[in-house]
């Protein structure tokens, strides 16, 4: 396995494949790799002749306040994780090679980028869509493995493909989750004991939710639904605020007042909820 940390290095190789007639399988991550990105890796393992992992935290997608600063990072412990997944290359580029001075282009993804986490992140999805469009455009991946975890992101970066013609194949892998189903996320290293332990309690609402709208069992008050959902997320104590919980279509992310009608459709069920200054988000996305 090789760490790339220039564009032009990794620019050149990436070309070198592309005549070859090799396949490049790409996973995008901010480092601190856990078993969800792993599972990403699995997935373009196998699709892939060549497995490229970047890691970057990028500054772009961080607000004011947000936990730029203290976010984890640890190559060491993340090229050995790399290592033994069989990545063959890590792209682990310094803020400068990606943002040099002077730097002014930006990619705004309208509308889709208002809702949900948008509304409560302003500016972090057109970090998001900035980034990963630099990367598709060094790393010219066939394929791009994304986990459902951040289910805007992915409706995000979905748009951006579609619409600006960009040449990789989105992979949707499902959320990986701790046996208790907290999904797993970088950010859990913050959690307290408390809040560990009151965390998994985001995916139990959203099973709640899913057991309730399935036939058979068929609730279409979205209302009485979300009520009952932040209830069960308020009886634990270090819940302190709940941003959202929002019922979408998971592909135009327009928020649904009302399940009639909405047969044939995915779903999309998300909450973000504060535990003290740690921010957690989850989704499902269901077919009926
Ligand atoms: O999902 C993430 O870790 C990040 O948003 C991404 C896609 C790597 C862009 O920085």
Redesign the pocket.
Known sequence: MKILKTVSQAQKLTSLFRVKGKVIGFV???GYLHEGHLSLINAARKKADIVIV?I?V?PL?FGPGEDLKKYPRNIKRDEKLCRDAGVDYIFYPDVKQMYPEGYSTYVNIEKISDGLEGSIRPGHFKG?AT??LKLFNIVQPHYSF??QK?AQ?LSVLKKMTADLNVNTKIIVCPTAREQDGLAMSSRNIYLSKQQRADAPYLYKALEYAKRKIMPGNYNRDIDFLKGQMSKLIKSRVSATKIDYISFNDNTTLKELNTLKNTQNREILISLAVRFGSVRLIDNIVIKR
């Open positions: 995008p991550t901010m970047s970057f990028n997608q998001v980034i990963v994304f986990g951040d992101q």
